[in-house]
């Protein structure tokens, strides 16, 4: 017997005050006057979820712009959870890309600001954001278990969750797209004897990554 927890991973929507400067952690605001994106994420939301976003407002915003397009609106109050916010940048945040091509004199990330294991000055790296991403899952995986979770989050931490269900080395994952308020489900399956993995505790099952939810009504 299995019990499967389906993971509805959404990215925030766009940040409108950052100018074109790296944000990580920076707490800004978003823009959620997409009507009909909101609409379409809101028809593919599952009912009596447990919904979960970052300390950052722009995933709370991005939250209720959801909730307000789905049609009973009975949808609780999003748990807060720290370990889902996104890569703190350090003393990058505030910088433009150029600025900081220019300080790292050409030495550039095809796919991100960083190699993995790089920390930034006064910042974390990749892997210790896949770290603790890693930690929050399995917990309220586990807490929650046999539910479908919801959690509007950030880019970073989403390709986290993909290394995580894909047993990617979290280098490997900065090569995922994450779209802002694309769509991406994973599903934790547990107890899974008679399955393609009889001796593993956990596998998991890879519903969609990226999906952006344009035409999809």
Known sequence: MSTTTRWWW????????????????????????????FMRLGSLMPRD???????????HQTAAAIVEKI????????????????????????????????????????????????????????????????????????????RDIVAVTHGGTIRAAIALALGLDPERALSF???NCALTRLDHITGTAGTHAPHEDVVWRIGHINLVPKGLL
Not at 49 to 59: D, E, F, G, M, Y
Not at 75 to 99: K, R, S, Y
Request: glycine fraction near 6%; include cysteine.
């Open 10 to 37: 959404v990215r925030h929507a766009p940040v409108t005050e950052n100018n074109g400067k790296i944000y990580g952690q920076d707490d800004l605001n978003c823009d959620v006057s997409d009507a009909e994106t």
């Open 49 to 59: 979820a447990v919904w979960v976003t970052s300390n950052l407002k722009r995933t």
């Open 71 to 146: 049609d009973d609106h009975q949808v609780p109050d999003p748990l807060i959870e720290h370990d889902f916010a996104e890569q703190h940048f350090g003393e990058w945040q505030g910088m433009t890309n150029v600025e900081l091509a220019a300080q790292k004199a050409g030495d550039w990330h095809r796919f991100w600001l960083a190699p993995a294991s790089e920390a930034p000055p006064g910042g974390e790296s990749f892997v210790n954001l896949f770290e603790r991403t890693s930690r929050a899952v399995q917990r309220l995986s586990k807490a929650h278990a046999g």
């Open 177 to 179: 797209s994450v779209d």
